[in-house]
């Protein structure tokens, strides 16, 4: 028996036997300017599990950006924070810092969540409408918090030095603007809550290339009880609760499995897959995001096969507890692009 899309993830969840691991490829906006479209195209459209009912652009094709994602024009967010990026569809860096000097706290406002929902505007009838469809269809009714929505976006309001210093200064007025992030994201929660969504997502990069980006003893004392506080109302009506960071996490899993977290979506080269499978097989359902940073850029497709049938053996299971993702952007040989595509299809129904 076929699962549909949403049964045959909540069953790899919550380790019921799913009919595949769930395998989801995302392509960035930016890789239709840095490779040839209709590559792109074929690639796709060869691969129905991983781009199941593709239907084709017509090419060329330029995709809608938003305009985080617009090169040459400074965003700025409705918490004043400035954007720039150098190339049309990639996430840009906070360039400006609306609260890099605290004399601008007084009279420093809020977003309204009933007009926005992080980084842009957001249409609560149409977001409606986007999860009873996603319902009809066999699709998981999924919501999410803003990527970056306490820490990150702390650091982009202040400026990441600043934040450190006032975590370990304990400064009031970091208290002050992490309350007004708190009650924020709180009713972007409740607002998703009340539309019947399913899954939560709390996206937000913790780690650098070694260690999080905050000491553990400054996410406990800072970040912990408001994740805690803003998780609490998905788990009581029953969701689903998504955590993703990139970079070396290792030092806050505990606490964010202790928060709630259900899928732990983390790398798997910076955080080592034996770390992986002693401390979260089987404790948790891993969404594994594929290496970026080494093998997928830089190996050989035979090389890309054998990552991928190696974290299938050592953390998946005939019961579940296993997801896998990979983000492709530009600077991959499209070679390498096919091998991990072909990969993930072959093992997603592979089992040791």
């Known amino acids: 028996m076929a699962f549909s899309q949403r049964e045959n993830v909540l069953r790899a969840v919550r ?10 490829f995302h392509m960035n906006a930016a890789c239709w300017h840095h490779y040839p479209q209709a590559a792109i195209v074929e690639l796709m459209a060869s691969h129905p599990l991983l781009f199941p009912g593709y239907e084709p652009p017509e090419l060329p094709y330029t995709p809608a950006l938003e305009p985080w994602q617009r090169a ?16 049309d569809g990639l996430h840009g860096a906070a360039v400006g810092h609306p609260l890099a ?15 926005y929902a992080g980084w842009g505007t957001v249409d609560w009838d149409k977001a409606a409408a986007n999860l009873a469809r996603a319902k009809a269809e066999g699709r998981l009714a999924g919501g999410s918090l803003r990527h970056g929505h306490t820490f990150l976006a702390l650091t982009d309001i202040r400026g990441y030095s600043n934040v450190i210093y006032d975590m370990a200064d304990d400064d009031p007025r970091l208290h002050t603007l992490l309350g007004m992030l708190e009650a924020f994201n709180a009713e972007i929660v409740r607002r998703y809550l009340a539309l019947g969504v399913e899954w939560m997502g709390y996206a937000e990069d ?19 009880p408001v994740y805690r506080r803003l998780m609490a109302p998905a788990q009581e009506a029953g969701c689903i609760i998504h955590m993703h960071s990139d970079g070396d996490i290792r030092a806050l899993v505990d606490d964010l499995v202790d928060s709630g977290v259900q899928v732990m979506n983390l790398q798997d080269l910076v955080n080592g897959l034996e ?11 891993i969404d594994l995001d594929i290496d970026r940073q080494q093998v997928v850029r830089f190996g050989a497709p035979r090389q890309i096969d054998a ?15 296993l997801m896998m993702i990979h983000g492709w952007y530009p600077g991959v ?20």
Not at 103 to 115: R, S
Not at 307 to 318: A, D, N, T
Not at 333 to 343: F, H
Request: hydrophobic share 40%.
């Open 206 to 224: 913790l780690g650098m290339q070694h260690g999080p980006m905050l000491s553990p003893a400054q996410f406990r004392r800072h970040i912990k």
């Open 307 to 321: 990552l991928i049938r190696q974290e299938v053996e050592m953390l998946g299971s005939r019961e579940g507890g």
């Open 275 to 285: 770390w992986i499978q002693a401390t979260l097989k089987g404790r948790v359902c």
């Open 15 to 24: 380790f019921e036997r799913p009919d595949h691991i769930p395998m989801t």
């Open 72 to 87: 040459g024009a400074p965003y700025t967010d409705p918490w004043g924070c400035v954007w720039e990026t150098a190339d």
């Open 101 to 115: 000097d605290w004399a601008a706290l007084d009279g420093y406002t809020p977003p309204d969540p009933a007009i």
């Open 333 to 352: 040989p499209l070679e390498n692009v096919r091998a991990l595509m072909d990969a993930m299809e072959r093992y997603a129904t592979y089992y040791a």
